[in-house]
């Protein structure tokens, strides 16, 4: 048998989970669990994805960014 807690949460968090139940006999044990397992991605980054990201780092560092608005008129935007 599993240890039991009780913790503290506020009352809008509180219901926000009981939002997340898939049905009304589902624990919050349960939805916490799922949240959780969500939350959580075991496989991480990829090399590949990595040095995409520290690319991009690189060109924002760098300054080589285009305005918003720029894109939105190369695209018909708004």
């Known amino acids: 048998m599993q240890a039991a807690s009780t913790i503290s949460i506020r009352a809008d968090l509180k219901e926000q989970l009981a939002a997340l139940k898939r049905h009304p006999g589902?624990?919050?044990n349960d939805v916490i669990v799922r949240l959780v397992t969500l939350a959580v991605d075991e496989e991480g980054l990829s090399e590949e994805t990595l040095a995409g990201l520290?690319?991009?780092?690189d060109d924002v560092r760098k300054g080589n960014l285009i305005p918003e608005k720029e894109i939105m008129k190369k695209y018909g935007i708004r």
């Open 54 to 57: 520290e690319e991009s780092l």
């Open 26 to 28: 589902e624990s919050y």
